[in-house]
T-cell receptor
Framework: GQNIDQPTEMTATEGAIVQINCTYQ??????LFWYQQHAGEAPTFLSY????GLEEKGRFSSFLSRSKGYSYLLLKELQMKDSASYLC?????????FGAGTTVTVRA | DAGVIQSPRHEVTEMGQEVTLRCKPI?????LFWYRQTMMRGLELLIY????????DSGMPEDRFSAKMPNASFSTLKIQPSEPRDSAVYFC?????????????FGDGTRLSIL
């Protein structure tokens, strides 16, 4: 079975940093994906980790520890447009199992 | 480049009616996925295809749901008869065949309301 946990909500101020944690217990693992989903829109791909360590992509970074079943997404220099839901997803074969998502609200 | 295309964007119908959702994947993508998203259950995988063949339909909730992929550029998800609890946003996604690091690309979804 798949068990993927992430916080329900987070609030931060414009310009700040927010870290969204994700823990997982899954029967298979081919990598961990992070998606962003604005309200009323489709999820869009942000990042992928398969090896332990940090992957940086501009203002967004993602970290993975396979031994701990743990990942985080780091959003730096927050902007109002970053207000969205962030979904952690574990890849198993060609399937993805998604967490419930973390709604991030950025305040001025 | 065209992304994943879904139709209709919105559908409102009465319970008991047949509903057909349509999806055109990105050209060249070998995998197609159907998801359902609700507030209560989040994003759930219903079924996925590889080269037009259904691989895993364990997420299909019951026999009222069926999916087909007659060719590489078209798939349908059908609900017959529909029930109010089927109300949700249904997403179609596709991805290339090679490499575990290939992300899935999502369509804009169909927002389905069953009255």
């Amino acid at each position: 079975g798949q068990n993927i946990d992430q916080p329900t909500e987070m609030t931060a101020t414009e310009g700040a940093i927010v870290q969204i944690n994700c823990t997982y217990q899954t029967s298979g693992f081919n990598g961990l994906f992070w998606y962003q989903q604005h309200a009323g829109e489709a999820p869009t791909f942000l990042s992928y980790n398969v090896l332990d360590g940090l992957e940086e992509k501009g203002r967004f970074s993602s970290f993975l520890s396979r031994s701990k079943g743990y990942s985080y997404l780091l959003l730096k220099e927050l902007q109002m447009k970053d207000s969205a839901s962030y979904l952690c997803a574990v890849g198993d074969d060609y399937k993805l199992s998604f967490g419930a998502g973390t709604t991030v609200t950025v305040r001025a | 480049d065209a992304g994943v295309i879904q139709s209709p964007r919105h559908e409102v119908t009465e319970m008991g009616q047949e509903v057909t959702l349509r999806c055109k994947p990105i050209s060249g993508h070998d995998y197609l996925f159907w998801y359902r998203q609700t507030m209560m259950r989040g994003l759930e995988l219903l079924i996925y295809f590889n080269n037009n063949v259904p691989i895993d339909d364990s997420g299909m909730p019951e026999d009222r749901f069926s999916a087909k992929m007659p060719n590489a550029s078209f798939s349908t998800l059908k609900i017959q008869p529909s029930e109010p609890r089927d109300s949700a946003v249904y997403f179609c996604a596709s991805r290339p065949g090679l490499g575990s690091n290939q992300p899935q690309h999502f369509g804009d979804g169909t927002r389905l309301s069953i009255l």
